[in-house]
């Protein structure tokens, strides 16, 4: 089984700003109904916001989304399509204790009507690439910052009422081959839990997310 490194080398080492992928090695994001919750684990693609639509429309009790393993998207556009249903539709977004979030699951987990971390959530953030006209990737903070390809997720951040400086934050805290686990600080930084996260620092967040990486993946 690939651990959680591997696949988001997968989903966005070799993703340009178009959402194209190399390789199609991933799970669907799959949902679960319990109760008034709608449990999702697996990665983002083109699927996912009309069948997120469907599960909603058929299960009018669920009120959260729990993004229980999201490493990712395969599709920039449907991933940004499903986060603003999230939001039209008033869905709360919630990471539980043992879950994870990256890439594109972080920016879905955003569009939450209100949102929560509950401590010990591992939240991962890198920048994305594109390919370089000699070959190789260039990453988005190689990019200037007044090119429009910025204003993707620039525009989607504002929208959802989150600092653009979070978006410069993700560019430069990794390359789009690496993942940056954040700690509780820059989390609460940046708001991206309605509820403010304890703020102890943990020496040992990355090794930890990593092995709950490591685990959900072969679960």
């Not at 729990?66 to 039209?88: H, I, K």
């Not at 700690?183 to 930890?208: C, K, V, W, Y």
Request: glycine residues 8%.
């Amino acid at each position: 089984m690939k651990n959680l490194h591997t696949k988001l080398l997968l989903l966005v080492a070799v993703i340009s700003t178009t959402g194209c992928v190399l390789l199609d090695d991933y799970e669907k994001l799959s949902f679960v109904v319990q109760g008034d919750r709608l449990v999702a684990q697996g990665v983002i693609d083109g699927s996912t916001p009309d069948r997120l639509r469907r599960v909603v429309r058929e299960n009018t009790q669920v009120k959260t989304l729990v993004l229980q393993f999201v490493p990712g998207s395969v599709d920039d556009e449907a991933n940004l399509e499903t986060a603003r249903f999230v939001r039209s539709a008033g869905l709360h977004t919630l990471v539980p204790t043992d879950g994870i979030i990256a890439s594109g699951g972080t920016d879905l987990f955003l569009a939450g009507e209100t949102r929560s971390i509950e401590p010990g959530a591992c939240v991962g953030v890198h920048s994305w690439a594109e390919a370089g006209l000699f070959g190789g990737l260039v990453n988005g903070d190689e990019v200037p910052r007044d090119d429009p390809q910025h204003r993707l997720y620039l525009d989607y951040y504002d929208e959802m009422g989150i600092a653009s400086e979070f978006y410069w934050y993700t560019l430069e805290a990794a390359p789009a081959d690496s993942i940056y686990w954040m700690p509780a600080e820059a989390i609460n930084r940046f708001g991206m839990s309605t509820q403010a996260l304890p703020s102890s620092p943990d020496n040992r967040l990355h090794n930890r997310c990593e092995t709950l990486a490591d685990r959900a993946s072969s679960s």
